[in-house]
């Protein structure tokens, strides 16, 4: 067996017609992108690497969006719900029961719990009949009822065990993320922190590009595109629904821990608005269909959001609502899958002209 056979066969779980980048050069250049990225922390040190690795968590939360909205049809602004009800669950355990062990621990236990929560407020959206936009807004109004919530939790009585839930304040001194057990533990700060991030963020998109592509996910663009047909075609469409919808909360809640360790701090801002909107920014201007449209727009949006804040500019928002509404005006199908339609086009016109020469100079 060649090399090419080898690369093709590893490759091929990840390939398929519901994503983009099914060629040996987008692989390659997949390679370059991500070794360079193992590098950053390298070249420009651990406090760079460290404002890096909100992006990349971000992007993870922008994935758990891509997949339920992009690929199952489902509009939701309840991300941050699960990524903020994990955040707050990583920070109560890990401070009420503070060491190595029980840190390492509240990692699954707060994505578990977020997974926990999509599952039963998707089972009740969609087994109670909840269609369209109707699930949006629901998920939006759990966002703001949480919100609320927790911004009144300001009182003494507001505490888990030893942690105040502290209302507007939040939760403070939440410790880094921590593997393994007495000595043998590694806490993940700055370029570690980069490093886990990224390798997660990594396993999470191929992952996702795995399910989109293989039998699950052909049920889930079925589901997307006419729900009726699917259930004729035997098809339980709420079930997959449900299921995908609890694989995004998962992510979140992940996407959540990553946040709450990274800052070492959680508040109600994560249930809020404007906070609600930002992933659907995301993966409105990358393309709602393209997982890797989702982690570039992300990444980009975030960090100029970031400069713009860095200068003292008090437009930051303003300007990422005239990048939405370009996006929805000129590339509503989002700009990575217009750039590949270009390039492809580009291809087809310069193949076309090449036939047309060759079939010029023939001779009759």
């Known amino acids: 067996m060649g090399l090419g056979e080898r690369f093709d066969r590893l490759v091929d779980p990840f390939e398929g017609p519901n994503t983009f980048g099914n060629t040996r050069t987008f692989w390659v250049g997949f390679a370059l992108v991500f070794a360079l990225l193992v590098g950053y922390p390298i070249g420009f040190g651990s406090y760079a690497a460290s404002s890096a690795a909100l992006y990349l968590l971000y992007a993870i939360l922008a994935l758990s969006l891509s997949v339920v909205w992009g690929y199952t049809g489902i509009l939701s602004f309840g991300q941050v719900v699960f990524f903020g009800i994990a955040g707050y669950t990583f920070g109560i355990v890990s401070l009420n029961l503070t060491s190595a062990v029980t840190t390492m621990l509240a990692l699954p236990l707060a994505v578990g719990l977020a997974t926990l929560a999509a599952f039963v407020l998707g089972y009740f959206m969609f087994y109670g009949e909840v269609r369209d936009v109707y699930v949006t807004i629901l998920t939006l109004v759990v966002a703001i009822v949480l919100n609320t919530f927790m911004a009144q939790t300001a009182g003494a009585e507001w505490s888990v065990g030893s942690v105040a839930l502290g209302g507007f304040n939040g939760i403070p001194a939440i410790p880094n993320l921590t593997f393994g057990v007495g000595s043998a533990a590694i806490t993940l700060d700055g370029s570690s922190f980069y490093w886990f991030t990224l390798a997660a963020l990594l396993a999470v998109y191929l992952g996702l590009r795995a399910l989109v592509n293989g039998r699950f996910g052909y049920a889930m663009v079925a589901a997307r595109e006419d729900?009726?047909?699917?259930?004729?075609?035997?098809?339980?469409?709420?079930?997959?629904?449900?299921?995908?919808?609890?694989?995004?909360?998962?992510?979140?809640?992940?996407?959540?821990?990553?946040?709450?360790?990274?800052?070492?701090?959680?508040?109600?801002?994560?249930?809020?608005i404007t906070f609600?909107?930002?992933?659907?920014?995301?993966?409105?201007?990358?393309?709602?269909?393209?997982?890797?449209?989702?982690?570039?727009?992300?990444?980009a949006i975030e960090w100029f959001r970031q400069q713009l804040s860095v200068t003292g500019s008090q437009y930051a928002m303003v300007v990422v609502g005239v990048v939405l509404l370009?996006?929805?005006?000129?590339?509503?199908?989002?700009?990575?899958?217009?750039?590949?339609?270009?390039?492809?086009?580009?291809?087809e016109r310069a193949q076309r002209t090449s036939d047309s020469d060759t079939m010029e100079g023939t001779p009759e």
């Open 326 to 347: 370009v996006a929805i005006l000129f590339v509503p199908e989002g700009i990575v899958p217009r750039a590949r339609e270009t390039v492809v086009a580009v291809r």
């Open 227 to 272: 729900a009726d047909r699917t259930e004729m075609l035997g098809y339980d469409v709420r079930r997959i629904k449900l299921l995908v919808f609890s694989l995004g909360g998962a992510l979140a809640g992940f996407s959540g821990v990553l946040y709450a360790s990274w800052g070492n701090y959680i508040s109600p801002s994560v249930f809020g």
């Open 276 to 299: 609600a909107s930002i992933p659907v920014v995301w993966v409105t201007v990358g393309g709602r269909r393209s997982l890797l449209g989702a982690v570039i727009a992300t990444v």
